[in-house]
């Protein structure tokens, strides 16, 4: 799998080991089986076994970890960002364009709005 996937696996068994729970808990609360778990921490997963948006959720619950957070991490675009996109997605095809220093001058005058 791709350094995408290893940040997710990574963060799944950070998030796992700060809740202290075992793989053999959090495949139990998410109703998989354990070798999932462990092929989910260790990039072990085929394509067809790539977690779903259903099971990041409940994993993010489980692990109380930021949702938005693993489904980027898994390639997944969260619910709220994609309805977003279909709104304007002229101006998500313009920000797509930007060079870093453009993209840090966005960020940078959108952190003094808010």
């Known amino acids: 799998m791709n350094s995408k996937s290893r940040d ?3 963060r799944v068994r950070q998030l796992r080991a700060k809740a202290s729970l075992t793989q053999q808990q959090v495949a139990d609360r998410t109703g998989v089986n354990v070798s999932y778990i462990s092929k989910v921490e260790n990039d072990r997963l085929h394509f067809g076994d790539y ?3 259903k099971f990041i959720h409940k994993l993010a619950e489980e692990l109380k970890g930021d949702e938005d957070e693993l489904l980027l991490l898994a390639d997944k675009v969260p619910a709220s960002i994609r ?4 709104q304007r997605p002229e101006l998500f095809r313009q920000i797509a364009k930007m060079d870093k220093r453009a993209l840090d001058r966005l960020e940078s005058s959108l952190n003094t709005v808010n």
């Open 51 to 53: 977690p779903s948006e």
């Open 83 to 86: 309805q977003r996109i279909r």
């Open 8 to 10: 997710f696996g990574n």
